[in-house]
């Protein structure tokens, strides 16, 4: 190779780089040992964000057990697209997207700053669609009132990935699948939903009441801890041929999908953790997943 030619090389590979958002974001972290874990959080009423509960105390505890994420990529239950946008803006706002609480919900505000750059590195990443670059939403419930507890100093950056609900879940899973590199990037990446999910049939009057769950909703609950402990997403991801209970649990997708962006994320030396496996007004389980 003649000096021209090794020149126009060196010169286009760094031009190509420059051009790289990944390479723009990543190219001063440093390769982690470990992968971050993946978490799937049943998030509940939007309460839980200022109780001090059994659940958030969990959330908490997980916050500081795990290591410390650069940043935090969230799909939540609550921001359903047509097609897949992420949030890209420097101050994401807080958004109080309920109903029918108290003032005090109303008045918290995670102030946690965005980061632009992550959100033009994570759009690279994904090569199945075109990802919208965000600017109009923010932090939604399913987000902040989780992360609130477990970095309580809003000081590292969130982003959140919408749900492009006209899609089937095979989607999701593998669109998810495409940013499995942000795991060795300090990416924290939470999916927001619950994994059993029938608003309409609550017992309103159970609410108080420990660990109150319909028999359909303790059967299917434990039909998709036992598919994700063994590992067979492909069940999972086809929710509706498992179970005649399946339909009772999940009436619409949009709490369950979250959960198969993280199981797409796991790999074959994971572990699988359960916690606050425990049913809620007979309809609901707040059952969540540290994968890895």
């Known amino acids: 190779m003649n000096r021209s030619d090794f020149i126009k090389v060196i010169v286009g590979g760094t031009v190509m780089a420059s051009l790289n958002p990944f390479y723009n974001w990543t190219q001063d972290l440093k390769e982690e040992d470990v992968k971050l874990p993946v978490l799937f959080i049943g998030h509940g009423s939007p309460m839980n964000g200022i109780e001090d509960n059994e659940f958030s105390r969990s959330w908490t505890k997980m916050g500081s057990e795990i290591p410390k994420p650069k940043a935090v990529l969230v799909i939540s239950a609550h921001w359903l697209t047509r097609g897949t946008h992420i949030t890209a803006m420097n101050n ?3 958004i109080h997207d309920f109903g029918g609480f108290p003032q005090e ?3 918290v505000q995670y102030p946690a700053p965005g980061n632009p750059e992550l959100a033009l590195a994570t759009k690279s990443l994904i090569t199945s669609t075109d990802v919208g670059l965000d600017h109009d939403w923010g932090l939604d419930h399913g987000t902040w009132t989780v992360v609130r507890h477990m970095y309580p100093n809003a000081e590292i950056p ?7 609900y006209s899609k089937p879940p ?4 593998d669109l998810a699948k495409q940013l499995a590199s942000l795991r060795k990037k300090g990416v924290l990446i939470i999916g927001s939903g619950n994994m059993v999910h029938n608003l309409r049939m609550v017992a309103w009057d159970k609410l108080n009441e420990p660990e109150y769950g319909y028999d359909w909703a303790t059967e299917m609950n434990e039909i998709f801890k036992a598919k994700i402990s063994d590992g067979n997403h492909k069940a999972l991801i086809n929710y509706e041929t498992l179970d005649k209970a399946a339909k009772l649990a999940i009436p619409t997708p949009d709490h369950y999908y979250p ?3 993280n199981l797409a994320l796991q790999d074959s ?4 953790n359960f916690f606050n496996d425990k049913a809620v ?7 969540s997943v540290k994968i890895g």
Request: aromatic share 12%; net charge negative; hydrophobic share 40%.
């Open 158 to 164: 969130v982003l959140q990935l919408s749900i492009d």
């Open 281 to 287: 007004g007979g309809s609901l389980t707040m059952t």
């Open 170 to 173: 095979q989607y999701h899973y």
């Open 259 to 261: 959960m198969l962006y």
């Open 269 to 272: 030396k994971d572990a699988i």
């Open 92 to 94: 994401p706002k807080t």
């Open 105 to 107: 919900l109303f008045d």
